[in-house]
């Protein structure tokens, strides 16, 4: 098996190489086998991309919001029409299974394309009236090259989220994609350039950490979108802020899921089994502190480990599995420590708990019970398949639980009653929250952390505030009064 990219990087409009650079092997993830070999950038292809987003960038912004608005759309169009392909290409670079990727990556692209695409034509500034007939004209313009580096477990979607609004704005963008799964961004790049974008507007470079603190530092760069972790974070923002760039930080969770005992047990179930097991846990968002009120913690328990049991795990290419190996061996290591910390703290495992045997970094789908929360599990992000349920016996108490954590991306709550479900979401203290459902970002709405978990939103129009500044102009239609 093999899916060898014309080149590493993709910059000013055409492939580029520089095999200098430290070698990035391409994994796949379901056999664990070199699939590509690429290479991180060098300081030249670094600043080869820099002066190629530099250059492109007031051109572009200088088209009008019709004409930026109309490439995107197509790119959308483009990757709706390859959507198989590219879902193939997402699935060898993360193992995610094409059932998933097939509805969840290209096509969540091309919703973020579309939909900046859509709002491109309308970023207006504003007129503001002033006394004696002054007054005062906003105008909304691009920050100027834009650097987005991406976290590897959606990095198509990644790739577009950043991108879009990014491009909608006149802006241009230089994108790092993890090292672990480097193939995807570049047919975003590939597909731009087919779909009318100029040289130089959207360009990739590969590369670990080290490229990605090269960009952050570089004077060439207004603004700095990342996805990671929070140590990743908590590096970047330190980084930007020497240069006063712009942020926007989509960082980890741990975010709760509370259950009450009125709940519908099959939606809450299925919320807990999606909030935890979709793309086998590698969701920043997941509601991986599952806290299930005490009437109806066995039905919840048992429906949970019935439902378990019909999960398909296996080849990723196969339509029928829903439930893929982990993106990398080390990530698969890192979800075992913390599966032998649940067992070594006293937690119950009531399913999952190994690695399943071959040559993939598959893990088992994993479900603590009687989980408390100092438990190690119950604190830190895990980044895996790995749910743990915790009890409760009251309103006050569980919502006291879910906020004693130093993240705050996401929260949920599965009950029949309205007025408690309004009242434990305004209680929240998470950016994205969700009522009877979890985990759905559809582009139209914010998403985004507080606390920990980040600064900014993606998606929506408050993106745009995120990738445009207000000029202000002030106008004078009266003489000017000066003390002497
Ligand atoms: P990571 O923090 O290890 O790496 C993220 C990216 O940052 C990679 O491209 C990496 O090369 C780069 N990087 C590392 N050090 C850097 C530095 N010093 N300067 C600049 N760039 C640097 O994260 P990961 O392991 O790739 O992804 C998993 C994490 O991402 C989890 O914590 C997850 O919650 C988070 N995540 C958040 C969201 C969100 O929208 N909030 C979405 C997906 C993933």
Known sequence: MEFQPKASHFINGEYVEDTSGKPIDVVYPATGEVIARLHSATPAIVNQ?????????????????????????????????????????????????????????????ADALEYFGGLAASLTGEHIPLGGGDFV???????????????????????????????????????????????????????????????????????????????V?????????????????????????????????????????????DADIENAVSGAILGNFYSSGQVCSN???????????????????????????????????????????????????????????????????????????YLQPTVFADVTDGMTIAREEIFGPVMSVLDFDTEDEVMARANDTEFGLAAGVFTNDLTRAHRIVAGFEAGTCYINSYNLAPVEAPFGGSKMSGVGRENSKLAINHFSEMKTVYVSMNDVEAPF
């Not at 241009?172 to 090292?179: I, L, N, R």
């Not at 378990?308 to 296996?314: N, V």
Request: hydrophobic share 40%; glycine share 12%.
């Open 137 to 215: 004209y906003t105008v909304r313009e691009a920050l100027g090259v834009c650097v987005g580096i991406g976290a590897w477990n959606y990095p198509t979607q990644i790739a577009c989220w950043k991108g879009a609004p990014a491009l909608a704005c006149g802006n241009t963008m230089v994108f790092k994609p993890s090292e672990t799964t480097p193939l995807s961004a570049l047919q975003v790049a590939e597909i731009l350039v087919e779909a009318g974008a100029p040289k130089g507007v959207y360009n990739v470079v590969q590369g670990y950490g080290d490229v990605g603190a090269s960009l």
């Open 217 to 261: 530092t570089d004077p060439r760069v207004a603004k700095v979108s990342l996805t990671g972790s929070v140590p990743t974070g908590r590096k970047v923002y330190a980084a930007a802020a020497d240069g006063m760039k712009h942020v926007t930080m989509e960082l980890g969770g741990k975010s709760p899921m509370i259950v009450f005992d």
């Open 49 to 109: 991309a820099l002066n190629a987003a530099k250059t492109a960038q007031s051109a572009w912004a200088a088209l009008s919001g019709t004409e930026r608005g109309r490439i995107l759309r197509r790119a959308a169009d483009i990757m709706r029409e390859r959507n198989r392909e590219l879902s193939i290409i997402e699935t060898y670079d993360t193992g995610k299974p094409l059932q998933e990727t097939l509805v969840a990556d290209a096509t969540s692209g």
């Open 287 to 361: 509601g991986t502190r599952v806290f299930v009120q005490k009437g109806i913690k066995e039905a919840f328990l048992n429906r949970l480990s019935e439902r378990l049991a019909t999960a398909k795990i296996g080849d990723p290419l196969d339509e029928d599995t829903n439930f893929g190996p982990m993106v990398s061996e080390n990530q698969m290591n890192i979800v075992l420590r913390y599966i032998e910390n649940g067992k070594e703290e006293g937690a119950r495992l009531i399913h999952g708990g190994e690695r399943i045997d071959g040559d993939g970094f």
